[in-house]
């Protein structure tokens, strides 16, 4: 089945505990990105990769970091993390595409995330 | 002012009904339109994609883009209780998922 998963779906932590969320797809898919959802203010994105090794800062992306060492994990990392990243974080992926077609962008669960 | 912007609801309405969501924004780059469905507890999922102005429909859903008024709507004919949602409209100015910024979502009942 064609899927994306993270890890953990829950989490409570406490200010400064460095913390990783992990994000796995088996569709071979090239493109990967984590938002955040949070009332009010929809899905931001935080960072995305266009392939192993490539990544790039999303609209949100203070006090996050990525990695992309294969081409099905994205781990998102919260070095210090804060009460302000309190929220539910999704990591998606897709194929990749360009010029004039778009492709279907596969979410995750989500991991509700509550720091203290 | 937020790129894109959508009535967060709550929307409740009967069986039956005709749902409209909308949506405006203030880019005009932007080519890709698109409306994810989001169930509780659950990521969200593709529903429609439009690529510049016109209609597109699938069953009981209709997606209109109206470029020169930076306007959106999602109609739902004939809604189910398993209509019941969050729904969120995208959009993008590339091709492919790359760069989307998304409404704030609107979510809706249909009460049986």
């Known amino acids: 089945e064609a899927q994306v998963t993270q890890n953990p779906r829950y989490l409570i932590t406490v200010t400064g505990k460095k913390l990783t969320v992990t994000c796995s797809q088996n569709?071979?898919?090239?493109?990967m990105s984590w938002y955040r959802q949070d009332p009010g203010l929809g899905l931001r994105q935080i960072y995305y990769?266009?392939?192993?090794?490539?990544?790039d800062k999303g609209d949100v992306p203070e006090g996050y970091k990525v990695s992309r060492k294969e081409k099905r994990n994205f781990p998102l990392i919260l070095e210090s993390p804060s009460p302000n990243q309190t929220s539910l974080y999704f990591c998606?992926?897709?194929?990749?595409?360009?010029?004039?077609?778009?492709?279907?962008?596969?979410f995750g669960p989500g991991t509700r995330l509550t720091v203290l | 002012q937020k790129e894109v912007e959508q009535d967060p609801g709550p929307l409740s309405v009967p069986e039956g009904a005709i749902v409209s969501l909308n949506c405006t924004y203030s880019?005009?780059?932007?080519?890709?339109f698109m409306w994810y469905r989001q169930y509780s507890r659950k990521g969200p999922e593709l529903l429609m994609y439009t690529y510049s102005s016109g209609n597109k429909e699938d069953g009981r859903f209709t997606a209109q883009v109206d470029k020169s008024s930076k306007y959106i709507s999602l109609f739902i004919r004939d809604s189910q209780p398993s209509d019941s949602a969050t729904y969120l409209c995208a959009m993008s100015a590339s091709g492919g998922a790359q760069k989307l910024v998304f409404g704030q979502g609107t979510r809706l009942t249909i009460n049986p």
């Open positions: 569709m071979n898919h090239e493109y």
């Open positions: 990769s266009m392939n192993v090794e490539v990544t």
């Open positions: 998606a992926s897709s194929l990749q595409t360009s010029g004039r077609s778009t492709d279907t962008q596969y």
């Open positions: 880019n005009s780059a932007f080519q890709y």
